[in-house]
T-cell receptor
Framework: GDQVEQSPSALSLHEGTGSALRCNFT?????VQWFRKNSRGSLINLFYLASGTKENGRLKSAFDSKERYSTLHIRDAQLEDSGTYFCAAEASSGSWQLIFGSGTQLTVMP | DPKIIQKPKYLVAVTGSEKILICEQYLGHNAMYWYRQSAKKPLEFMFSYSYQKLMDNQTASSRFQPQSSKKNHLDLQITALKPDDSATYFC???????????FGSGTRLTVL
């Protein structure tokens, strides 16, 4: 089965509000990365976490390897935050392979 | 300026033909990767390279062959193309392995 389950698949927010995206893992993962797909189709790296939390501007991410989940919190959402967000996890097997979630399509409305 | 260049951006091929997808990175990274995203599926890992050596191969078919002529190049040769090969192919790189990944904008391949 899927090793990375990302939710929600779609999310609508009004400007200025916030919410959280979540990825659950079916096995223990070593690290997680979060990406946003930009208008040119490139995946832009937002965070790399091996544990704990990181914050960058209005984004904050957490990763709990033991509890097998990661979250991405967006606060004070802006129109330019709209896009598709992906989590991707490194399995603990030592491979450099990232296992991707299916993505969350975020729409920020005026 | 994009630091990972993938060419072409769009590619149409006929079944049974052969194509090469180009990837060059100007980030000075030592590890490079190929991922594939088929319609309605998550990105899937294909290959990882470090210092021009194959590290991991999760592609079942030998029709997919990475080629690294220089440290900052990792092209992908696909032979005997099938319609199921239609997907967007993403190249990525990282300073070493298992670190922050940087992606190119992809090559969208359609096999008719």
């Amino acid at each position: 089965g899927d090793q990375v389950e990302q939710s929600p698949s779609a999310l609508s927010l009004h400007e200025g509000t916030g919410s959280a995206l979540r990825c659950n893992f079916t096995t223990t993962m070593r690290a997680v990365q979060w990406f946003r797909k930009n208008s040119r189709g490139s995946l832009i790296n937002l965070f790399y976490l091996a544990s704990g939390t990181k914050e960058n501007g209005r984004l904050k991410s957490a990763f709990d390897s033991k509890e097998r989940y990661s979250t991405l919190h967006i606060r004070d959402a802006q129109l330019e935050d709209s896009g598709t967000y992906f989590c991707a996890a490194e399995a603990s097997s030592g491979s450099w392979q990232l296992i991707f979630g299916s993505g969350t399509q975020l729409t920020v409305m005026p | 300026d994009p630091k990972i260049i993938q060419k072409p951006k769009y590619l149409v091929a006929v079944t049974g033909s052969e194509k090469i997808l180009i990837c060059e990175q100007y980030l000075g990274h030592n590890a490079m990767y190929w991922y594939r995203q088929s319609a309605k599926k998550p990105l899937e890992f294909m290959f990882s390279y470090s210092y021009q050596k194959l590290m991991d191969n999760q592609t079942a078919s030998s029709r997919f062959q990475p080629q690294s002529s220089k440290k900052n190049h990792l092209d992908l040769q696909i032979t005997a193309l099938k319609p199921d090969d239609s997907a967007t192919y993403f190249c990525a790189s990282s300073p070493q392995g298992a670190e922050t990944l940087y992606f190119g904008s992809g090559t969208r391949l359609t096999v008719l």
